[in-house]
């Protein structure tokens, strides 16, 4: 095993928007920082990200405000954002989209006339993009490129198996594993920026690396999560063919924004009566429609028609979708694209505060594994850029706070115990057909089944970290589904439909002393549950 000779005061696990950002942030404060990935810096879900960053730009159209983006996210989140936070993330979303531009980012329209427009859940024209639709890609060259340029240290190819701590309790580095073998980093303070678990499903919007090691890592360091059921499907992931797996090519949202319409097979509107913001309602109202709309007809997928802006303005104004439509024989200036649900968003995750401290000292989170009460039930859309760019700098300055009141770790002390591990194959089907879209007892039972089928083994490979982090992400998720006796967000029980005033509240998941995921008590952290 290699011990590293160098202990860092923060390792920042990820490089998407929120690592790259704290990583960044904590350098300019001083802090001896490392940035830790498994393929490179710059492969990861926030280049895959077609949205834009939803923020209240100074200037804003008539009738838009901080106050009105406020509302806009608690009505997505069906009752379960916590206020507080969503005001504090959205109210420091200009400054931290200023900073990114800053590190050179480039937006559409130019910076004294960024051009908006609207996404799902939106009453206003407030989302921002770059190159039309890779408004990640672009945030992605920006940050990687001010990270190489500033000789930040990385380390590529490096999967974290374990946050490991001393005997107190309290974070001392990390245990890490590539091709060659194992690894042990110290470190005063830790920082999970790793994404989702998007890869949990047979289909998904996620990249290849969305496989859940933040939450796996959070929960075995003994931390407590939060609103795991709540897992967001984009509606609109371009329709590969039946059974199609792997990563699905996203078809933006930002298109409906620009009056693309919802046809079922058979040429009928999806959306009409569905909810007063037609096709641009919250993403479960939308995602929802369409399942209900498939299973009518009989079909596996649904049609979006944007033939009315034409081929050219297609190319122009949405260049990754229409490439990817390309691909698979779609003119979309000519006919209509087909479309399915697709897993997308994990709304929960690593109960933070709005600093990002988690209940773990040492131990913090930022991005789409953490929660932080902005999403609740149900992600407005473009919110998580916002998210991870706020913050992965908030974060990095909560770490140096703390640093100037907490004591060093003592000696990490690395575990070598097996770990449950599921066949992916199986448990990716399973959860694709009872833990998405519309679920029921006994299909979040035949899921847990197969998620306990398990077989013990030690974690050589990061192949084997993958799989153990997806077995019990997959746990985690099916027992706060299981708990949830009503429909919320993008939480659709088929067996209790509705929603109950009794759940308007968050389930949180902790491991017990056998390492399996239970229901625990929401606790406050600096004032956010």
């Known amino acids: 095993m290699t011990i590293w000779d160098v202990t860092v005061d923060l390792a920042v696990v990820g490089t998407g928007v929120a690592g790259l950002t704290a990583a960044l942030r904590a350098a300019e404060l001083g802090l001896r920082v490392v940035a830790v990935t498994k393929t490179t810096v710059e492969d990861g879900n926030t280049r895959c990200a077609q949205g834009g960053i939803a923020v209240v730009w100074p200037g804003p159209p008539p009738g838009d405000s901080v106050d009105a983006h406020v509302a806009d996210t608690l009505v997505a989140g069906a009752g379960l954002c916590d206020e507080t936070a969503v005001r504090t993330i959205l109210a420091a979303g200009p400054a931290a989209v200023s900073e990114l531009k800053m590190h050179g980012a480039v937006f559409d329209g130019g910076w004294a006339d960024v051009h908006r427009t609207r996404e799902g859940g939106h009453r206003a024209y407030r989302v921002i993009h770059a190159g039309g639709d890779a408004t990640g890609a672009e945030i992605e060259r920006t940050l990687a490129g001010a990270a190489r340029s500033r000789q930040l240290m990385l380390l590529e190819g490096q999967s974290v198996s374990e946050v490991l701590r001393d005997d107190t309790g309290r974070v001392a580095g990390l245990a890490l594993l590539d091709e060659l073998g194992a690894g042990v980093l110290g470190a005063r303070a830790v920082l999970l920026a790793t994404g989702g678990l998007g890869q949990l499903y047979a289909a998904s919007t996620n990249a290849d690396v969305a496989t859940g090691d933040g939450l796996a890592l959070a929960l075995r360091a003994g931390a407590l999560t939060a609103d795991l059921e709540f897992v967001q499907f984009h509606p609109t992931a371009l329709y590969l063919g039946t059974g199609s797996r792997g990563r699905q090519p996203l078809v933006t949202e930002a298109i409906r924004g620009e009056g693309a319409v919802l046809l079922d097979i058979d040429g009928a509107p999806v959306m009409t009566g569905v909810h007063p913001l037609g096709g641009l309602a919250p993403r479960d109202v939308v995602a929802g429609a369409i399942t209900r709309r498939m299973a009518a007809t009989g079909t596996d997928h649904v049609l979006l028609d944007a033939t009315h802006l034409g081929s050219a303005e297609l190319r122009r104004r949405f260049p990754t979708v229409h490439a990817a439509c390309a691909s698979v024989g779609v003119d979309p200036g000519c006919e209509p694209i087909p479309v399915a649900p697709a897993a997308h968003y994990q709304c929960g995750g690593v109960v933070t505060d709005t600093s990002g ?18 999403h609740g039930a149900n992600r407005l859309a473009s919110n998580s850029l916002l998210e ?6 908030r974060a990095a300055e909560a770490v140096a706070a703390d640093f100037t009141v907490s004591r060093c770790p003592g000696p990490p002390l690395p575990s070598h115990e097996p770990r449950p591990v599921a066949d992916r194959d199986a448990l990716q089907q399973s959860m694709s057909a ?17 998620a306990g089928a398990t077989t013990r083994r030690r974690i050589r490979t990061p192949h084997d970290a993958e799989d153990a982090g997806l077995t019990l992400a997959a746990a985690a998720v099916l027992a706060a589904a299981a708990a949830r006796t009503e429909s919320r967000g993008c939480h659709l029980r088929t067996d209790h439909p509705r929603s109950a005033e009794r759940w308007r509240r968050s389930i949180a998941v902790v491991l017990d002393d056998d390492g399996t995921p239970v229901l625990a008590e929401p606790v406050l952290i600096g004032g956010v549950a």
């Open 357 to 374: 401290r988690t209940t773990v000292p040492g131990l913090y989170a930022a991005g789409e594994v953490a929660r932080t009460g902005l």
């Open 434 to 450: 009872h833990a998405g879209i519309g679920r029921d007892s006994a299909g979040l039972a035949a899921a847990s089944a197969v």
């Open 388 to 393: 991870g760019l706020v913050m992965g700098r």
